[in-house]
């Protein structure tokens, strides 16, 4: 009997590239048809073009299709939420559909998976990602912040572009977590791993939608979902800023005592500023474990479907 493989695409506002998608995915699709019964999962993450008319195309490949229609743009971690809750396969492969992950490695990842690597993670060759000057910035900050200080160990510059067998899918599924982060869940849960180098190829079609700001809001994400160090690190701060405080009024007594005038203005207000400063900033450390803890506790769904086909 034939093994069943998931291929799970995202899709927001690419109506430029699914023609191009199209053409790659019935070559790669003609190619492993003959080994494997292959399902394509094509979720439409709330587009505002025409990507849901043009994934009609798309539904004459050889395989079995499945078209996921959000009510609107829930965000590419939701996206693979859905993908992951619909796939039936044995193997379950993501990738973009930007086709700056390139495809062609799909037949690569299946041999590897059936040399017994329950994950295969795909990495970008070096640190350039041929998206443009602030997405290679913002990613390259992204990967540091969270090495630095993520409790879990994630592979730098590789984006949701791989590979998991149906066992690890199952222990994903029992993940309750409403702020998705993939990459981080899918290093915690271990399994037999391995990462497999690919060149980013530069976007030909449309434009990214996934800015500075969001992969700065991913960063936040992962960091709150799998570190607690920024809250001890705030108690250290805070604990280093006690004593220099008891050092000044120590020597504030001492000035005093010996008769000395001092305006204090201009250290009053640096004072404020910096310990102001830095209250502040650490509220807003709290306030965002405060805030995961809210939606957590909302328990609203992931994503809404508006149609499935």
Same mark, same amino acid.
């Given at each position: 009997?034939? !093994?069943?493989?998931?291929?799970?695409?995202? @899709?927001?506002?690419?109506?430029?590239?699914?023609?191009?998608?199209?053409?790659?995915? !019935?070559?790669?699709?003609?190619?492993?048809?003959?080994?494997?019964?292959?399902?394509?999962?094509?979720?439409?993450?709330?587009?505002?073009?025409?990507?849901?008319?043009?994934?009609? $195309?798309?539904?004459?490949?050889?395989?079995?299709?499945?078209?996921?229609?959000?009510?609107?743009?829930?965000?590419?971690?939701?996206?693979?939420?859905?993908?992951?809750?619909?796939?039936?396969?044995?193997?379950?492969?993501?990738?973009?559909?930007?086709?700056?992950?390139?495809?062609?490695?799909?037949?690569? $990842?299946?041999?590897?998976?059936?040399?017994?690597?329950?994950?295969?993670?795909?990495?970008?060759?070096?640190?350039?990602?041929?998206?443009?000057?602030?997405?290679?910035?913002?990613?390259?900050?992204?990967?540091? $912040? $969270?090495?630095?200080?993520?409790?879990?160990?994630?592979?730098?510059?590789?984006?949701?572009?791989?590979?998991?067998?149906?066992?690890?899918?199952?222990?994903?599924?029992?993940?309750?977590?409403?702020?998705?982060?993939?990459?981080?869940?899918?290093?915690?849960?271990?399994?037999?791993?391995?990462?497999?180098?690919?060149?980013?190829?530069?976007?030909?079609?449309?434009?990214?939608?996934?800015?500075?700001? !969001?992969?700065?809001?991913?960063? @936040?994400?992962?960091?709150?979902?799998?570190?607690?160090?920024?809250?001890?690190?705030?108690?250290? @701060?805070?604990?280093?800023?006690?004593?220099?405080?008891?050092?000044?009024?120590?020597?504030?007594?001492?000035?005093?005592?010996?008769?000395?005038?001092?305006?204090?203005?201009?250290?009053?207000?640096?004072?404020?500023?910096?310990?102001?400063?830095?209250?502040?900033?650490?509220?807003?450390?709290?306030?965002?474990?405060?805030?995961?803890?809210?939606?957590?506790? !909302?328990?609203?769904?992931?994503?809404?479907?508006?149609?499935?086909?």
């Amino acid at each position: 009997m034939m !093994k069943q493989v998931s291929i799970i695409i995202p @899709l927001f506002n690419e109506e430029t590239s699914i023609g191009a998608l199209h053409a790659v995915l !019935k070559t790669i699709i003609g190619q492993i048809n003959t080994t494997y019964k292959v399902e394509l999962i094509l979720v439409n993450d709330g587009s505002t073009d025409n990507t849901s008319e043009k994934l009609k $195309m798309i539904e004459f490949l050889t395989c079995e299709v499945r078209v996921i229609n959000f009510s609107r743009n829930f965000g590419h971690q939701a996206a693979l939420k859905a993908g992951y809750d619909h796939c039936t396969g044995e193997a379950i492969i993501c990738l973009d559909g930007d086709l700056q992950n390139p495809p062609e490695l799909i037949i690569k $990842m299946l041999d590897l998976w059936e040399s017994r690597y329950d994950i295969v993670i795909c990495r970008r060759k070096g640190a350039k990602q041929n998206s443009g000057y602030l997405k290679d910035i913002s990613s390259r900050i992204f990967y540091k $912040m $969270m090495s630095s200080i993520s409790e879990v160990e994630i592979e730098s510059n590789a984006p949701d572009f791989r590979l998991i067998d149906r066992k690890v899918l199952t222990e994903l599924l029992k993940f309750k977590e409403r702020e998705l982060f993939f990459r981080g869940i899918i290093s915690w849960v271990g399994f037999k791993k391995i990462v497999l180098e690919y060149d980013h190829a530069k976007r030909e079609h449309g434009k990214s939608s996934y800015h500075f700001l !969001k992969m700065m809001r991913l960063a @936040l994400v992962g960091v709150t979902a799998f570190s607690t160090k920024p809250l001890y690190l705030s108690f250290v @701060l805070g604990f280093i800023i006690i004593i220099l405080d008891l050092l000044y009024i120590i020597y504030a007594l001492f000035v005093h005592y010996n008769g000395e005038t001092i305006s204090g203005w201009t250290s009053l207000i640096i004072a404020i500023m910096f310990f102001g400063g830095i209250q502040l900033f650490f509220l807003g450390v709290l306030g965002l474990y405060i805030a995961r803890i809210f939606i957590q506790v !909302k328990e609203r769904p992931y994503y809404i479907v508006e149609s499935y086909n």
